[in-house]
């Protein structure tokens, strides 16, 4: 039996109806493994946050199995399928205010996943002012309502309510981009610390190439829905094999993916606007690649192998890898 808590195959998620129907999650295939840290990196529109919110079970897919923990997941959960779920894989938001109720009191809401697996009131109270602590807030802050605290202190209120419970999956959607940089490294590191501590698995949505490099084991790439690159983080970072995981990182400043500087490289579509499912031929990224010839807008390209142990989706791998070992 596969040892991943999470296992895709392909995960296709469509918006809209008739002629409007557009490819948002295209036929993803991938795997989470118990303890693994996955880094998620794509541009802005790509579809990385819809992935997360369909593994996480906040939103439906439109085709594909879902497996978790070894249980094939329907489309829509029924309350003990979205019980089993949710006691496996928790999320981490990029808006900690969201995420909270604001008329619940901080103790009452990290108290909440535990209520829902029965655990009595008594523990419950117990563990949630452990992990008012470990999160380093001090045990008065259990006391004040969301409104009453920073960015910085509830989002890590949103980390111990998503550790709380024990998980085996965390999904981070970008948690820190909302926060003064200041405060960004120390809750990255509690992020480290936690996942290293409880041996729990991540999935690292984000835009900051640098944390993503510093934190995950392995880094998928999406493009339009897709994964186009997937390889252990090293090797990826050291020596991307995609065009577009190449102009990712060649776009990448100050550990930020400016769009903006990614524009007068990558012409042509952009990420976000979504190709209808008709013309949905051949390899999505041909029209803003420099390497793009006929046959790349024939057919679909699919992930295989590169020689540094990666796997990426390019009708052009062999050349590239020919390029790489010119350099
Ligand atoms: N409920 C929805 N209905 C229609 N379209 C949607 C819906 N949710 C997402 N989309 C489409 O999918 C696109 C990708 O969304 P998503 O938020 O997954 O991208 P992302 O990669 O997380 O982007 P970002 O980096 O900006 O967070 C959106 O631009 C939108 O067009
Ligand atoms: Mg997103």
Redesign the pocket.
């Known amino acids: 039996m596969s040892s991943a808590i999470v296992q895709m195959q392909e995960l296709r998620c469509h918006?809209?109806s008739g002629d409007a129907l557009?490819a948002?999650?295209d036929g993803v295939n991938l795997e989470i493994e118990a303890g693994e840290v996955l880094g998620l990196v794509?541009?802005?529109?790509?579809?990385?946050?819809?992935?997360?919110?369909i593994i996480a079970g906040l939103?439906p897919r439109s085709a594909g199995e879902l497996i978790i923990g070894g249980e094939a997941m329907p489309r829509h959960y029924n309350r003990r399928q979205f019980k089993t779920m949710s006691t496996q894989i928790q999320m981490v938001f990029?808006d900690s205010y969201a995420s909270l109720n604001p008329r619940m009191t901080i103790l009452a809401s990290l108290q909440e996943p535990l209520w829902s697996q029965g655990v009595d009131a008594a523990a419950a109270r117990a563990k949630a002012c452990y992990w008012l602590e470990r999160v380093g807030l001090p045990q008065s802050a259990g006391e004040r309502y969301p409104h009453e605290l920073s960015g910085g202190q509830r989002q890590r209120i949103g980390i111990a309510r998503a550790f709380i419970a024990e998980p085996k999956l965390v999904i981070c959607?970008?948690p820190v981009s909302a926060l003064d940089v200041s405060v960004q490294a120390q809750i990255i590191n509690l992020l480290q610390e936690l996942q290293t501590e409880h041996n729990t698995a991540m999935l690292f949505?984000a835009?900051d190439l640098a944390v993503v490099r510093f934190l995950a084991t392995r880094t998928a790439v999406?493009y339009l829905?897709e994964i186009v690159e997937l390889g252990a983080t090293p090797h990826l970072f050291e020596g991307p094999r995609h065009p577009y995981t190449a102009k990712l990182l060649a776009a990448h400043l100050d550990g930020v993916i400016k769009e903006r500087k990614l524009a007068p490289a990558i012409r042509g579509q952009s990420?976000?606007h979504?190709a209808p499912l008709a013309s949905d031929s051949g390899c999505r990224f041909a029209p803003r690649c420099a390497m793009a010839e006929p046959a790349c807008s024939a057919n679909p390209p699919w992930l295989r192998p590169t020689k540094v142990a990666t796997m990426a989706a390019c009708h052009r791998l062999a050349d590239v890898e020919i390029l790489k070992l010119r350099k």
């Open positions: 918006f809209g557009l948002a999650v794509g541009e802005s529109g790509s579809d990385k946050s819809t992935l997360g919110r939103q990029q959607d970008e949505i835009h999406m829905g990420a976000g979504k």
